[in-house]
């Protein structure tokens, strides 16, 4: 079935460090990796999508990479900050309107 | 745009009994989607509609579970005769189709916890 792994669980870096987040999926029939970012107690907020077209997308700090045929994508944080701290989760689905399924979530704590 | 909203911020009640959570997507979205997310754990898909129209409805989820959306706006998920394990936050997810197609945006979750 439909199946997305992402790595590491935990993740610990100091600020100013850069940070990366890997995942891989199962279904050929994605399209859309959205990533989402979970402060404690708050909902997911989407941080950066990629859509299966395009092999990069960057917006200021943060970054994704797709590998469609080894089926892997990567958030890529640069500069991290304090404020960086929360879960963050990778996705994908076939279209951004479609459901997503999610990846079990990574920690980051970036220590001042 | 106001946001996706849910009501209850929180839900306590005794194993057994029925709950009842509303989502009111953003305006202009015609689709709406429910997942859970427990404790570490990423949110799992439960089942979403476009307009009235239920489109898929999660494998994993019980008969007790039942969602609507009769009008094409806000959109309603029963659980009946809660059993412990239903224990986690519902989260309710709004986005559109089409050419200005959007990404799911995420309400702020229903917390139930089952005595």
């Known amino acids: 079935g439909e199946n997305v792994e992402q790595h590491p669980s935990t993740l610990s870096v100091q600020e100013g460090d850069s940070a990366v987040i890997k995942c891989t999926y199962s279904d050929s029939a994605s399209n859309y990796f959205p990533w989402y970012k979970q402060e404690l107690g708050k909902r997911p907020q989407l941080i950066i999508d990629?859509?299966?077209?395009?092999g990069e997308k960057k917006d200021q700090r943060i970054a994704v990479t797709l590998n469609k045929t080894a089926k892997h994508f990567s958030l890529h944080i640069t500069e991290t900050q304090p404020e960086d701290s929360a879960v963050y989760f990778c996705?994908?689905?076939?279209?951004?309107?479609?459901?997503?399924?999610f990846g079990p979530g990574t920690s980051l704590s970036v220590i001042p | 745009d106001t946001g996706v909203s849910q009501d209850p911020r929180h839900k306590i009640t005794k194993r057994g009994q029925n709950v009842t959570f509303r989502c009111d997507p953003i305006?202009?979205?015609?689709?709406l989607y429910w997942y859970r997310q427990t404790l570490g754990q990423g949110p799992e898909f439960l089942t979403y509609f476009q307009n009235e129209a239920q489109l898929e409805k999660s494998r994993l989820l019980s008969d007790r579970f039942s969602a609507e959306r009769p009008k094409g706006s806000f959109s309603t998920l029963e659980i009946q005769r809660t059993e412990q394990g239903d224990s986690a936050m519902y989260l309710c997810a709004s986005s559109s189709t089409g050419a200005g197609d959007q990404p799911q945006h995420f309400g702020d979750g229903t917390r139930l916890s089952i005595l």
């Open positions: 996705a994908a689905g076939e279209t951004s309107y479609d459901k997503v399924i």
């Open positions: 990629i859509r299966s077209n395009v």
């Open positions: 305006s202009e979205h015609n689709r």
